[in-house]
Antibody, heavy 113, light 112 residues
Framework: QVQLQESGPGLVKPSETLSLTCTVSGYSISSGYYWGWMRQPPGKGLEWIGSIYHSGSTYYNPSLKSRVTISADTSKNEFSLKLSSVTAADTAVYYC??????WGQGTLVTVSS | DVVMTQSPLSLPVTLGQPASISCRSSQSLVHSDGHTYLNWFHQRPGQSPRRLFYKVSNRDSGVPDRFSASGSGTDFTLKISWVEAEDVGVYYCMQGAHWPLTFGGGTKVEIK
């Protein structure tokens, strides 16, 4: 079955770059679907960050677009998120998804010095 | 951006009784391909969201029959025919017809 697993630092300093990787098992990311990143600040709702299509096209939330890069490594069957110039407002649980039908368990990233 | 508005924000329900959540979008969710891209999710405390329905009323695998979803254009509804204890949590609608993807603010379902 399809499984997604986020990995990356749980603590990032302000102004630095947040980097997360989503490792996918049970399905080849190059075969189809949109592969995306969502986030949820503590106690708040869900926000779409961006997605990468299996063809490599990327789509970003305009509210974050200047700071976000999503890329894929098909040889490792994983895709990644980079969010630059982070502030405390970027503290959230970050989820990776396949077309919102499959979600990772989420990883809490705290932005703090 | 398409604004998704859910109501109510909080929904206290009695076990065994029905529940209904409304979701309205600021513009039509009918895509140029003819499909309507409206999803429903359920999130229990401490867990990842789980999708319940996609394209308005297509039930995901394992979703109990007591859940149903309907709607068209800009007006959508999630119904629970009878609420069970495992149904508590927050329900979100999400539109996938227009970039950026956007979520409703959530409806918290709790047992009275």
């Amino acid at each position: 079955q399809v499984q997604l697993q986020e990995s990356g630092p749980g603590l990032v300093k302000p102004s630095e770059t947040l980097s997360l990787t989503c490792t996918v098992s049970g399905y080849s990311i190059s075969s189809g679907y949109y592969w995306g990143w969502m986030r949820q600040p503590p106690g708040k709702g869900l926000e779409w960050i961006g997605s990468i299509y299996h063809s490599g096209s990327t789509y970003y939330n305009p509210s974050l677009k200047s700071r976000v890069t999503i890329s894929a490594d098909t040889s490792k069957n994983e895709f990644s998120l980079k969010l630059s110039s982070v502030t405390a407002a970027d503290t959230a649980v970050y989820y990776c998804t396949r077309d919102q039908g499959y979600w990772g368990q989420g990883t809490l990233v705290t932005v703090s010095s | 951006d398409v604004v998704m508005t859910q109501s109510p924000l909080s929904l206290p329900v009695t076990l065994g009784q029905p529940a209904s959540i409304s979701c309205r979008s600021s513009q039509s969710l009918v895509h140029s391909d003819g499909h309507t891209y409206l999803n429903w999710f359920h999130q229990r405390p401490g867990q990842s969201p789980r999708r319940l329905f996609y394209k308005v009323s297509n039930r995901d695998s394992g979703v109990p029959d007591r859940f149903s979803a309907s709607g068209s254009g800009t007006d959508f509804t999630l119904k629970i025919s009878w609420v069970e204890a495992e149904d508590v949590g927050v329900y979100y609608c999400m539109q996938g017809a227009h970039w950026p993807l956007t979520f409703g603010g959530g409806t918290k379902v709790e047992i009275k």
